[in-house]
């Protein structure tokens, strides 16, 4: 609706769109013609083979091209601990579906067991600093060491083009090695002037690369005056102090984390749409918005309030191109801490989720990029979050200050009545 252009669709170029053919699972037209073989499986982990949503048991049929059969019924005679699982296809195909439904069974994800029996090295767990450097160094690398690199929101995975597999063992500590500089943790003041220092250090996107990257931002004082010691990753600090010394002269200072090779999954011509759209976004917003190839985030460039309209319009683009990629859930405004968790806990379990998750406080959203899988995981434990907070909360809007006066009571006497009476915690 901002863009006075005439365009295809909703945002792309005539003809443009998403391709259709990432993500799902299918298994309909897998197993056929081949065998039928059981595998007992105990019947408390019939959930990890099927997954959150059937996820699990999708990546397993797309990855084995075997159809997997769970069955509700147990036959009379059967073990009512154990369930008997159903796999169709040929003798290899079931071979290899069993090797990834025990890889499964050890907590193992299914790309991850498949990609390890096609003879790939992971390297997991890897912070989104690391990721954003991997993603620029990726080609590089790919090139010099000939092996293939797929990158996953926070693992990667390495195959040598040649089935060496101490040429991708080889790339992987050539990665580390690369990758230990800006993992390297250290402690740097940056000077904020006092009168806005409160409001820097509380701004959305410093916050967002706190709870991305395990980051501390404190505000201290010393005798060059005022300034917010951050102390985390050699990466991140770098990535901290730009965003407080744009902050501090009155520019924008956001950026929108992405899933690494999003735009690899884009047709040429779709890509080309959107590079069309994100210049009429630039233009109509007026912010400067930056994607390096290969990079993991968006950056914004500008006055305060064009770079966060500029955030929001580039999320429902990308919503546009990468249906199943990409969401954003916008949260009642109250429960933004209920949702983090305490001490942002749930935020980091997650992160740990596989998809890209940034929450920003200020807009009450959350921001979610990552394969179909990892994203519909998320969003499925944030709404059952929200139904938590309805359940558990309520939100009264006062019609003026007398009013909470008058529920505060004389020292605090009616809030504390009623907080014993009920018993709630009234804020």
Same mark, same amino acid.
């Given at each position: ?11 792309? /170029? ?13 298994? /309909?037209?897998?197993? +056929? ?7 007992? !499986? ?20 797309? @990855? ?24 169709? @296809? ?14 499964? +069974? ?26 954003? &450097? ?8 790919? =090139? ?18 040649? $089935? ?20 390297? !943790? ?20 410093? %916050? #967002? +690369? ?8 404190? !505000?201290?004082? $010393? ?8 102390? /985390? ?32 999954? +884009? ?20 912010? =400067? ?7 993991? *985030?968006?950056?914004?460039? /500008? ?5 966060? &309209?500029?955030?929001?319009?580039? #999320? ?7 249906? #199943? ?19 942002? *806990? ?5 992160? $740990?989720? @596989? ?28 709404? $059952? ?7 558990? &909360?309520?939100?009264?809007?006062? &019609? ?15 809030? %504390? ?11």
């Amino acid at each position: 609706k901002h863009f006075p252009v005439a365009m295809g669709g909703k945002y792309g /170029g005539k003809g443009g769109g998403p391709g259709g053919n990432y993500g799902g699972g299918g298994g /309909g037209a897998y197993g +056929l013609g081949g065998e039928t073989e059981e595998m007992d !499986v105990d019947d408390r982990d019939i959930g990890r083979i099927v997954g959150r949503g059937g996820c699990n048991i999708r990546d397993l049929q797309e @990855g084995t091209k075997c159809k997997i059969i769970t069955p509700n019924k147990r036959g009379d005679n059967d073990d009512p601990s154990l369930r008997k699982v159903i796999i169709q @296809g040929t003798k290899e195909q079931i071979a290899r579906c069993k090797e990834a439904i025990n890889g499964v +069974l050890m907590g193992e994800e299914p790309k991850d067991v498949l990609a390890q029996l096609d003879g790939a090295v992971l390297i997991k767990n890897i912070e989104p600093m690391s990721m954003g &450097h991997l993603a620029k160094i990726k080609a590089r690398i790919e =090139q010099d060491m000939n092996v293939r690199i797929e990158l996953d929101a926070r693992s990667a995975r390495i195959w040598s083009k040649d $089935n060496d597999h101490d040429k991708a063992i080889d790339a992987k500590e050539k990665i580390e090695e690369e990758m230990e500089d800006i993992t390297t !943790v250290d402690t740097l003041t940056v000077s904020v002037p006092a009168n806005i220092v409160n409001q820097v250090i509380n701004d959305s996107a410093l %916050r #967002q +690369l706190q709870d991305q990257t395990g980051l501390t931002a404190n !505000v201290c004082k $010393n005798d060059q005056g005022t300034g917010i010691r951050l102390t /985390g990753l050699s990466g991140a600090i770098q990535e901290a102090k730009a965003l407080i010394e744009r902050r501090s002269t009155g520019e924008g200072a956001e950026f929108l984390a992405l899933m690494p090779g999003l735009f690899a999954k +884009l047709q040429p011509k779709a890509y080309s749409d959107f590079q069309r759209d994100l210049s009429f976004l630039m233009q109509n917003t007026g912010a =400067q918005v930056t994607i390096a190839e290969g990079s993991n *985030r968006a950056d914004f460039r /500008g006055g305060p309030d064009e770079v966060r &309209h500029a955030k929001s319009e580039l #999320q429902k683009i990308l919503h546009f191109y990468f249906p #199943q990629e990409c969401d954003t859930i916008e949260l009642p405004p109250e429960s933004v801490d209920w949702v983090a968790g305490d001490d942002d *806990r749930e935020l980091m379990r997650l992160q $740990n989720a @596989g998809a890209v998750i940034a929450l920003d406080r200020a807009a009450a959203t959350m921001w979610m990029c990552g394969n179909p899988r990892s994203v519909e995981q998320v969003r499925n434990r944030i709404r $059952n979050s929200l139904q938590r907070w309805d359940r558990e &909360h309520a939100v009264i809007k006062l &019609h003026s200050r007398e009013s909470g006066w008058a529920i505060i009571g004389k020292g605090g006497s009616t809030i %504390r009545e009623l907080q014993t009476s009920t018993p709630a915690r009234i804020d």
